[in-house]
Each structure stands twice: as structure tokens, then as C-alpha cells.
């Protein structure tokens, strides 16, 4: 498969993730937080050839690092067509509320629009994209094969914020039961923030959304 490696990046120690193919140098990079540095430094030290960064949703704190490491790659961006302009516009990706975290964050827009059902083709995988909205309008969360990479959706005992712009706690708790709930019990979560986890943990204990 391809090796993850994760980084918590920021203030609010946001996990940015890098996966790895194996055998090769070709990498992708999901969701490049704030004060990218030991990512940055991870690709260089490796050389690696990074096709694209995927972003499992532009609040400031998942994208703070986004133009630093497009940048350094020179690789396309993929982000939900709901949050296109939340990139150029730092009153709706939350960095103009937060002052005392960080000064006002923008970047250029997405490459690529994400969709419900799209399928990926990158460092040799496939990777399904799940519209997965309720934490914002444009979440969405990445399958490949056992792994998910969920944003902001779902953590281990937790589940994201809804109180946002655009938040729904009714689109989160949907999102979850009927998307991410469904996949096999054994698929390990990556999430946003804090450690990993795996479905079926999440069905049996997760006290946000009991299965």
C-alpha cells in the first residue's frame, strides 16, 4: 500500500497527513495545517515527487500551510466546489475570527473540484471521496482500501464542531450513520485532530453517535 506519516501542525495541532508509495517517491499530502515546517522538511529530506494535496475541508487550521507546500511541490489542490471560495476569503475560512490564534489566512483557489462518489488515481491507489458535510458544507472524507481520512467528521470518542459557519449538527450526525458508519468495522480513522481510531470502535463507543 503506501506508508502515512502524520504531523500535528499548528496551535491547534491539526494532523496534516503524508502518504507515501511504497517503493517509490511519489507522495501525496492531506490537508497541510498551519506552521508547515516539519512537513516541508519531511519532503525535502525525502525528495519526494508530491502529485497533489487533498483537503478534507479549508477551515484555516487544515489549509494554514496550503500555498507553502504547493509551492515547494508545484502539485495540484483538490478541495469540495461547497468551500471553493473559502481558500481566497479568510472571513469564511474562520482565520479573520481567530486573531488571537493567527493573523487573517488565504491562498489561491482549488485545481480541482471534490465530489460525492469521485474516485482518485493517485500514487498508484484509488481513492473514493464521501461528501461527508455538517462540520462545513464542504467536508468530505477519503477511503482507500482499510484507511479513512475523515477531516474534521469523526474522531476517536468525538465528533467535530457543528457551531461554525456552516455547521449542521443534523448533516454531521447523518453524515457519520449513514456514510462513514457503513464501511467495514476494521477501517482505521485518520482524523483532524487527536489519535486515531477505527470504525467499529466508533459504532460500539463513540458517545456523539451511538450506531
Same mark, same amino acid.
Given at each position: 500500500m503506501f506508508k502515512i506519516e502524520s504531523f500535528s501542525l499548528g496551535p491547534l495541532q491539526t494532523n496534516a497527513y503524508l502518504l507515501i508509495a511504497e517503493n517509490s517517491s511519489d507522495a501525496i499530502v492531506i490537508d497541510p495545517g498551519m506552521n508547515p515546517g516539519a512537513l516541508v522538511?519531511?519532503?525535502q529530506s525525502l525528495n519526494l515527487n508530491v502529485e497533489a494535496i487533498l483537503l478534507t475541508h479549508a477551515h484555516f487550521d487544515h489549509m494554514g500551510g496550503l500555498e507553502e507546500v504547493r509551492t515547494l511541490c508545484n502539485c495540484p489542490v483538490y478541495l469540495h466546489d461547497l468551500e471553493a471560495e473559502w481558500l481566497t476569503n479568510a472571513k469564511l475560512n474562520g482565520s479573520a475570527n481567530w486573531s488571537q490564534v493567527t493573523p487573517p489566512i488565504t491562498a489561491e483557489p482549488a485545481e480541482y473540484a471534490l465530489d460525492e462518489g469521485q474516485q482518485l488515481k493517485l500514487i498508484?491507489?484509488?481513492?473514493?471521496?464521501y461528501h461527508t458535510p !455538517?462540520?462545513?458544507? !464542504?467536508?468530505?472524507?477519503?477511503?482507500?482500501?482499510?484507511?479513512?481520512?475523515? !477531516?474534521?467528521?469523526?474522531?476517536r470518542m468525538g465528533v467535530g464542531r457543528t457551531d461554525l459557519t456552516g455547521g449542521s449538527e443534523r448533516q454531521l450526525i447523518d453524515s457519520i450513520r449513514t456514510k462513514l458508519y457503513r464501511l467495514a468495522d476494521d477501517v482505521t480513522v485518520y482524523p483532524g485532530h487527536g489519535p486515531k481510531t477505527t470504525i467499529g470502535a466508533e459504532k460500539s463507543s463513540n458517545p456523539y453517535v451511538p450506531a
Open positions: 522538511r519531511r519532503i498508484g491507489h484509488t481513492f473514493t471521496v !455538517g462540520h462545513s458544507p !464542504g467536508s468530505v472524507s477519503f477511503l482507500c482500501g482499510k484507511d479513512l481520512f475523515a !477531516g474534521d467528521v469523526l474522531f
